[in-house]
C-alpha cells in the first residue's frame, strides 16, 4: 500500500473549495475586504492562491474559512468572478506612488455610472461629463446624468449639448422627492462620480440615511486609524441596488482608449468620421480629417468636436485640467 500516492489523485479532482460562499466586495482597506455575504457584513483577506490578482470593490468573490462575520472572524478570499466591467481611475489622481502612476482599477461589475454635476456653483463642465461619458461607453457601462442644485439654475443649457445623444438625465433640488432616482438605481449597481461640491454627500445621504454609518463600517475593517479607500458600496435600502461613491477618484482613466473608441462618447460625431482617410487620429494637425467639415455643415455642435479634441490631447499628456 502507497497510501501517499492513493490519496492524491483525489485531492487534485475534487473541485477546489467546493464549500466557498459567493459575496460582493464592498469596501477595500489596505489588505481587509469588506464582503456581504446575504444579510451579513464580512471581513476577508485575500488567500495566498490569489497571486498578485486584485480585489475591488463591487467584485463577486467566493470565500472560505470564518464566514461568520463574527467580531474579529476573517475569511479568506479564494476566487474573484469574471468582471462584467471595469472602470480605471485616471493615472494622475495618485501620483504620489508608482502604484497610483499606473492606471488601476477602482470599481468592479457597475451596471450604470452616474455623473453627477450641478447646474450652478459649481457651474456643469461638459468637459468632465464628456470625459466621464467615454469611460462609461468604452467598458460597456450605462450612463445616467444626474443634475443637482436645479432649484438654482434651469438645464436647457446642457440637455441642448447632449441633444443629439440618447442621454437619460433625473434632476434633483433639495425639495425634490427622488423617486425618479430611486427607480432608475433599483436593482443596479451604480458608480457615483463628480467634482467637489456638486452635491454627491447631501444625495447619497437622502438615498441612504444611514450612509454616514455605513461609511464607519467601511472604515473599521481597515488595519489602522487612517482610511484610504478610493471606492465605497453602499446599499439603499428596500432597492435591491448598490451606489458605489468614489471620493478619491478625479475621473476616469482613457490612456487605453483609441481614437476611435472614444468616439464611443460622441455618437454625433461617428457619421462625420467616414469620409477620414484611413488612420485618421482626427486631431487638428490631420488636415484631411472630415470632422471639420461635418461640424461646418451643421450635422453636429462644433463645442462637440473641441470636447472631443481635448480629451484626444489629454490622453496624450497635454495639460487640461481646468476644461
Ligand atoms: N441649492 C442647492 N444646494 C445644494 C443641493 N445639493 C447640495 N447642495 C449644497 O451644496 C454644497 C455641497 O454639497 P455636498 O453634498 O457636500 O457636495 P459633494 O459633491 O459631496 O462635495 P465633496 O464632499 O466636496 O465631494 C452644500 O452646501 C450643500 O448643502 C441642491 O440640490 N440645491
Ligand atoms: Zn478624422
Not at 467637489?196 to 461609511?215: E, W, Y
Not at 457619421?271 to 487638428?284: A, I, L
Amino acid at each position: 500500500m502507497r497510501p501517499g500516492r492513493s490519496s492524491r489523485p483525489r485531492t487534485r479532482t475534487r473541485p477546489k473549495h467546493d464549500d466557498a460562499v459567493e459575496g460582493f466586495v464592498f469596501a477595500v482597506d489596505r489588505g481587509r475586504y469588506g464582503i456581504q455575504l446575504g444579510t451579513a457584513a464580512v471581513t476577508a483577506m485575500r488567500a495566498r492562491e490569489l497571486g498578485r490578482k486584485s480585489v475591488v470593490v463591487g467584485d463577486r468573490v467566493s470565500l472560505v474559512g470564518d464566514t461568520s462575520g463574527a467580531d474579529g472572524a476573517l475569511a479568506r478570499i479564494v476566487r474573484i468572478a469574471e468582471r462584467t466591467s471595469v472602470l480605471r481611475r485616471t493615472a494622475d489622481d495618485d501620483d504620489s506612488t508608482p502604484e497610483g502612476r499606473l492606471e488601476r482599477v477602482v470599481v468592479a461589475n457597475a451596471d450604470q455610472l452616474v455623473i453627477v454635476s450641478s447646474l450652478s456653483d459649481p457651474p456643469p463642465r461638459t468637459g468632465f461629463i464628456d470625459r466621464c461619458l467615454v469611460a462609461a461607453y468604452d467598458a460597456d457601462i450605462e450612463p445616467l446624468l444626474c443634475l443637482t442644485k436645479a432649484d438654482l439654475a434651469g438645464p436647457a443649457e446642457v440637455l441642448d449639448y447632449y441633444a443629439e445623444l440618447d442621454l437619460p438625465h433625473v434632476l434633483v433640488r433639495p425639495d425634490s422627492d427622488l423617486a425618479e432616482v430611486h427607480e432608475r438605481l433599483a436593482g443596479q449597481v451604480s458608480v457615483m462620480v463628480g467634482h467637489s461640491g456638486v452635491g454627491k454627500s447631501t444625495l447619497v445621504n437622502r438615498l441612504v440615511p444611514d450612509a454616514d454609518r455605513a461609511v464607519g463600517v467601511v472604515s473599521a475593517i481597515g488595519r489602522g486609524r487612517h482610511t484610504s479607500t478610493s471606492a465605497v458600496a453602499l446599499r439603499l435600502p428596500g432597492d435591491d441596488a448598490w451606489i458605489i461613491d468614489t471620493p478619491g477618484v478625479r475621473s476616469f482613466g482613457l490612456a487605453h482608449v483609441s481614437a476611435d473608441s472614444l468616439l464611443h462618447g460622441f455618437p454625433d460625431l461617428v457619421e462625420g468620421t467616414v469620409e477620414c482617410p484611413p488612420n485618421c487620429e482626427h486631431t487638428p494637425n490631420d488636415i484631411d480629417c472630415a470632422l471639420d467639415a461635418w461640424v461646418t455643415a451643421g450635422n453636429a455642435d462644433p463645442r462637440r468636436l473641441a470636447s472631443y479634441r481635448r480629451l484626444l490631447a489629454s490622453r496624450a499628456g497635454e495639460d487640461t485640467e481646468n476644461q
